[in-house]
């Protein structure tokens, strides 16, 4: 009724067409109007009752959201039947569509195979509920703990980091006894700029001092344990800018040194970093995009560039830089667009440029995406396999050029032939290739051929032996890459910041020696389709890791901010399998079972994420 | 009253006898209502239901007359104007509820959306509501209208406003106007000064209008009885894991003649206390004054806390609960903690220790030495030890759960209408208590145990025994659903809030309100006494905390800060710190000392309401949780904050 919208007291009714729609949907051909006008209206009115009923109800559940059960009992305390069959435990995920200048509103209903049902796929079980205890306070300060809210919340970094005048001056940061002192400080400068406090307590500093120490000493399990610290802790906000400090002259001192190993930990503490999310790093990337470059790009990494393993540092800071890209890209600072110019820059440079460069360069741009691939390798094929042919056929170049050069070579092939696949059409003929992409298209032609009768392409495998790369890179220095990477990230104590975990899974997890039984059975069947959502989107590592531990059931739905929490969780099951069993058998089907519930929990906020876009 | 509202009243009751076929007893108030007009009617309520809006007024004067009373309110005194502006709100409701009842919906809506939108920001959740009113059969059991429709709203005004309002409704003789007034409007006049807008606006927003002095003239015994003697036991006391010694006749009592340093503390007779026979309260067994000196002994122990020594608080958060969790309390000494779950499940959980056992069965419980000191241990059965333990028989979502002081027994309350009493021995449903017919909002239990009080949407209250299966009393009054009710720390009254925005206090003993505090805006949601027992807190939708002063049911602060419903508050043990928790995720320490001192300081007595304290300078500290809404705070006996929330991972 058009004439109720003017005024908020009164609310809309139900129009008279919708009444009309209902009586014919029960078999009332032609509703009068008149009839239809006191329907709508009393219709209405009951309508609103209920619902303020049904408020009550929610209320008394301490909720904000008004669930389906509220209103059955707002019915019930009427006398009127519930509705059956509208329960769900999670706010309804209400579809927008609009057309024709309509506007609706729906839930969808998906299709259920019942035949899949009675076959055995078990039903999710219900999570358990559980009891965690921590400190909000102690003696009325507020403890950083990961179960704490971060004491500076990372929408207000980010605001700092945009717009530093946005600053509240006189924000008390939660559970912190202000003192006069800061007070006055922000006084005196609040017209200048905002000066950041970087006072350390001595806890910080101690802290401080223990982590880094950790991170670039020789004890793994101990440096694990510091950069799961620095992943996850809540409360590094204060001290990043020192971290950050660290992290540049340490990459500053140690390229010049060759000192690989170092170069390592600290990409790896640069990771940390980037995986904290109560951390907003935008501040301090001036400083760490060239660090990291050059741990991706720098002529020389290692004292013995034909033997050590340099390669998998710049693979893994190329995926940090994409990362970086990824999370911090924004249409003002232009990121991507410049982190794609310095590296199509050192492309340019023809024949200049060192080989090992040359790799950096182009790991780097393969890993921002298939189409930056595309658009700046694919045109230049031809003139690096040229290049590279003379190191590897010719007699007259050092062993380190000819690793180099084979090394690029692996590279290319692996991020070229998966494109050519998409753009070139079947049949390939040899001799086009050998035209094309002079020496390269022999290798290609293959490549190709290959990944057109295989149905997993080849930048699967590859990228399989890539992640354990990641994960192998502090310690296969010298070492090629071998599967005792995955046995080392394993050790890590994976602390993730979900909350959802109890707090005996820790303890669990550190020795955790599962063994997963059911995992291989369902993910089989998914793997196949998975690489062509791999492959369009060239997310990278994290992505790929999923499959390979194939635990994943709703991969689609992926969401890229997410993908880093996932991988966690699939990272200890791939672990898992291949681990020998050394715990009592209770345990482990415990464990099983919460992973489980945690990939559905995950899966859950993922497709909660997906709704949340709509508008609702 | 007018001899024609008396005959309108009349003609209703004669009706109802019609309806139910009591055609004697019609007959004879036939008779006796014509030959006399002195029929006591003051309080036939039902009557008014039926016809107390059937006005012949020509519905074009309502809209007229109501722009008048305003221009009259405006034009007034500045002194009286927010005074006689408290008018507006009810004249117009009633205005509007009689047009609708005549059948002059369209006049009804333009009068509302005309003048609706300016009234007080607190009374549009109540227009809204009326405006969904459009029909007179819409008026028909519905709850708002039927309590504008046979209750006066009461507004307080000093003895000029009244006598300017009279003087003009009577020149002006709008019909329409002086009948809402002589019918539905209740004047609680006073001496003194006219108020001005915030002390009207601190006691006013309630559905009935302010509470009347009257209401609260009655002396409210707020005190602390003297706690009863435990001296005949402080033998066994010294060592703490000795269970009560048995009264056996060849062990001759040992007399304690050195005292107990704990008990010779002795405080002194509060004269505000209630004399210990008031209410009978049951004999405290040996187990009891076992439990009463073990807290006497942790008393002992605690910190007093104060704005120098914030207290700690340990959080308990409750996993994968997302939208399932309803309520959760803990005992007193803080050793377990109940859940109570939308799914009609109950949790119980232990927080120490101490697992939770169950009793032996009954042929394994023959071989129990009952001469044995340690008989109540030695009934549980050691293996059957478990964390965690889940009580199940309702039959729709457990709106609250309450332990008694002795642990044993629980008490919950759900949306099927049923209170149940749960062993913590056998873990199993004793006894359902059906008597409420909705669902049961809150069910705490007393103090001193025995007793037991609930709430419900049947908008009554009532007082249970455990033994008996009906209620006790049954506290009848509030306007609306009563959200919460909590018992005074002397278990001589209990507090109820409710949706019609008003705290009741009620004598346990006669069940009559001795108190009626108005200062809320929106649903109350929480209760909670102060230790002294002169003070209770409020909280509710409004996002504020009230406190009252029970001595005189003056409202003398309101503490702002919470951005949406507090669920939960809770005093120190120590009585100086009051802290409050809700929806937004966060946790308040508000500074309750400094407000007392202040009160204290001030002269107070029954007809001078007090200047309402606000702002800021009373709390102490926020604490943020990490999407965890509050549904629970307690202190232990040592002063430490637990704090019960339940993790929204949906929201993060």
């Not at chain 1, 290739?433 to 293959?446: M, P, R, T």
């Not at chain 2, 809030?497 to 009559?512: A, H, K, P, Q």
Request: with cysteine.
């Amino acid at each position: 009724m058009a004439k109720m919208n003017e005024s908020d007291l009164y609310g809309t009714n139900l129009s008279i067409e919708s009444m009309k729609v209902v009586a014919e949907s029960i078999g009332i051909g032609n509703l009068q109007d008149e009839a239809a006008k006191e329907l709508s209206e009393d219709i209405s009115f009951q309508l609103k009752h209920i619902i303020q009923d049904a408020a009550k109800s929610m209320n008394h559940s301490k909720r904000m959201k008004l669930l389906q059960s509220d209103v059955d009992s707002a019915l019930k305390a009427r006398n009127i039947e519930p509705q059956y069959g509208f329960h769900s435990a999670e706010p309804l995920p209400f579809r927008f569509a609009s057309g024709g200048g309509r506007e609706l509103h729906f839930i969808e209903e998906k299709e259920v195979d019942l035949g899949e049902l009675l076959n055995g796929i078990s039903p999710k079980a219900p999570l358990e509920v559980g009891l965690r205890s921590h400190w909000l306070c102690i003696d009325g300060i507020q403890p950083t703990i990961p179960e704490n809210p971060p004491p500076v919340a990372k929408t207000i970094q980010k605001l700092e980091s945009v717009d530093p005048i946005n600053k509240k001056p006189l924000k008390e940061s939660a559970g912190k006894p202000s003192t006069g002192k800061q007070k006055l400080k922000n006084v005196e400068t609040v017209q200048i700029k905002q000066l950041a406090t970087h006072e350390l307590s001595v806890e910080q500093q101690l802290y401080y001092k223990e982590i880094t120490e950790a991170c670039v000493g020789s004890d793994e399990a101990k440096r694990a344990e510091a950069l799961q610290s620095l992943s996850t802790d809540p409360g590094l906000h204060e001290m990043l800018p020192r971290m950050c400090t660290f992290i540049i002259e340490g990459v500053r001192v140690n390229v010049v040194q060759n000192n690989l190993a170092l170069l390592i930990y600290l990409m790896r503490m640069v990771k940390a970093l980037l995986d904290n999310q109560s951390l907003y790093l935008e501040k301090y990337l001036h400083e760490l995009i060239p660090s990291v470059s050059t741990c991706i790009v720098s002529k020389q990494l290692c004292m013995r560039p034909e033997l050590d393993n340099h390669w998998a540092l710049r693979d893994f800071a190329s995926r940090l830089m994409s990362q970086i890209c990824k999370n911090f890209n924004t249409s003002t600072n232009n990121i991507q667009t410049r982190i794609t110019r310095m590296f199509t820059n050192a492309l340019q440079q023809g024949e200049k440029i060192p080989l090992s460069s040359l790799y950096g360069a182009l790991q780097g741009l393969s890993e921002l995406g298939t189409e930056v691939t595309r658009i700046f390798i694919l045109p230049k094929i031809r003139s690096f396999g040229a290049r590279i042919e003379t190191h590897l056929e010719g007699n007259l170049t050092t062993n380190t050029d000819k690793t180099a050069s084979g090394h690029i070579k692996q590279l290319l092939i692996k991020i070229i032939a998966p494109i050519i696949k998409t753009i070139r059409n079947p049949p390939d003929s040899l001799e086009e290739y050998k035209q094309e992409f002079g020496y390269l298209g022999i290798s290609l032609h293959a490549a190709v051929v290959k990944a057109r009768t295989q149905p997993t392409p080849v930048s699967t495998a590859a990228s399989v032996v890539s992640t354990s790369a990641i994960t192998s890179v502090g310690q296969s220095i010298a070492r090629p890459m071998t599967s005792s990477g995955i046995v080392q990230q394993g050790n890590q104590p994976t602390r993730t910041i979900v909350m959802s975990q109890q707090s005996q899974r820790i303890s669990v997890q550190q020795n955790s020696q599962q063994k997963v039984v059911f995992m291989p059975q369902r993910s089989l069947p998914n793997t196949a389709s998975h690489p062509q959502f791999s492959q369009s989107n060239s997310a990278g590592t994290t992505v790929v890791k999923l499959v390979s531990s194939g635990q994943t059931v709703n991969q689609p739905k992926l969401i890229q901010s997410q993908s880093q929490k996932l991988v966690v969780m699939s990272n200890q099951s791939a672990f898992s399998t291949h681990s020998p069993l050394s715990q009592g058998q209770s345990n482990i089907v415990k464990q099983n079972f919460i992973n489980q519930q945690q990939m559905q929990q995950m899966q859950q906020l993922q497709t909660q994420k997906s709704i949340d876009d709509l508008p609702i | 009253m007018s001899n024609g509202l008396d005959k309108n009243q009349l003609t209703a009751v004669l009706q109802v006898l019609k309806k139910y076929n009591l055609k004697e007893t019609e007959e004879q108030l036939r008779k006796e209502a014509n030959l006399t007009d002195q029929v006591d009617q003051q309080d036939s309520d039902v009557s008014s239901v039926l016809t107390g809006y059937k006005s012949d007024g020509d519905p074009e004067t309502y809209e007229g007359s109501y722009i008048e009373l305003k221009r009259f309110v405006e034009n007034s005194l500045d002194i009286y104007k927010h005074e006689l502006g408290m008018i507006l709100y009810p004249v117009l409701v009633h205005m509007y509820l009689e047009l609708v009842y005549n059948g002059h919906t369209d006049k009804a809506i333009s009068l509302m959306k005309k003048f609706g939108p300016e009234q007080d920001i607190y009374y549009q959740d109540d227009l809204k509501k009326l405006a969904m009113v459009t029909r007179r059969d819409h008026m028909n059991g519905n709850e708002l209208t039927d309590t504008f429709k046979s209750n006066q709203f009461i507004i307080r005004m000093s003895r000029d406003t009244l006598s300017l309002l009279k003087r003009h409704v009577h020149d002006k003789k709008a019909s329409v106007l002086l009948n809402i007034v002589q019918e539905h409007l209740y004047f609680d006049m006073y001496e003194g000064v006219a108020r001005n807008k915030t002390q009207i606006d601190a006691t006013s927003g309630a559905v009935g209008g302010e509470a009347k002095r009257q209401d609260n003239k009655i002396k409210v015994y707020y005190g602390i009885p003297k706690a009863p003697d435990i001296q005949i036991l402080s033998a066994p006391v010294e060592d703490e894991e000795e269970p009560a010694e048995q009264e056996s006749p060849d062990k001759p009592k040992k007399k304690k003649s050195k005292k107990d340093p704990l008990l010779s503390k002795k405080t002194k007779s509060d004269p505000n206390a209630p004399p210990p026979d008031r209410i009978p309260i049951p004999d405290l067994k040996d187990n009891d004054k076992m439990e009463k000196l073990r807290a006497l002994r942790e008393t002992s122990k605690r910190t007093n806390l104060g704005p120098e020594n914030l207290p700690s608080c340990c959080a308990y958060t409750l996993l994968n609960a997302n939208y399932n969790v309803c309520c959760a309390e803990i005992t007193e000494d803080s050793s377990m903690l109940a859940v109570g779950f939308n799914d009609s499940i109950i949790k119980v959980f232990t927080l120490v220790p101490q697992k939770l056992k169950s009793m032996k069965s009954a042929d394994k419980l023959q071989e129990v030495n009952i001469e044995a000191e340690d008989v109540l241990v030695r009934m549980m059965d050691e293996r059957s030890g478990e964390s965690a333990r889940s009580l199940c028989g309702h039959n729709g979502p457990v709106y609250s759960v309450s332990f008694s002081p002795d642990r044993s027994l629980l008490l919950s309350c759900s949306e099927d209408s049923t209170i149940r009493l749960w062993s913590l021995q056998i873990w199993t449903c004793l006894v359902v208590y059906k008597g409420h017919m909705f669902p049961v909002w809150d069910v705490k239990f007393s103090p001193v145990g025995y007793y037991f009080a609930s709430c419900s949407y049947d908008r009554t209250a009532r007082l249970w025994a455990t033994d008996h299966y009906q209620p006790l009393r049954i506290f009848a009054g509030h306007f609306s659903d009563v959200d919460c009710i909590q018992f005074h720390p002397n278990s001589n009254y209990v507090a109820t809030g409710s949706s019609d925005r008003r705290v009741c206090l009620w004598d346990i003993t006669t069940g009559n309100h001795v108190r009626l505090m108005t200062g809320h805006k929106q649903p109350i949601q929480s209760l909670a006494f102060s230790i002294c027992g002169r003070f209770l807190a409020s909280a509710g939708t409004d996002c504020r905390v009230l406190i009252w002063d029970l001595s005189h049911g003056h409202l003398v602060a309101e503490l702002t800060g919470h951005s949406k419903t507090i669920h939960c508050l809770a005093f120190s043990r120590c009585g100086n710190i009051l802290v409050s928790g809700g929806l937004d995720c966060s946790v308040k320490v508000w500074n309750f000392t400094k407000l007392t001192e202040e009160i204290s300081s001030e002269d107070v007595n029954i007809s001078h309401n007090p200047d309402v304290k606000t702002g800021d300078d009373y709390l102490l500290r926020t604490f943020q949780t990490k999407n965890s809404p509050l549904i629970n705070l307690h202190f232990t006996r040592r002063n430490l904050m637990l704090a019960v929330a339940v993790f929204d991972g949906i929201a993060s």
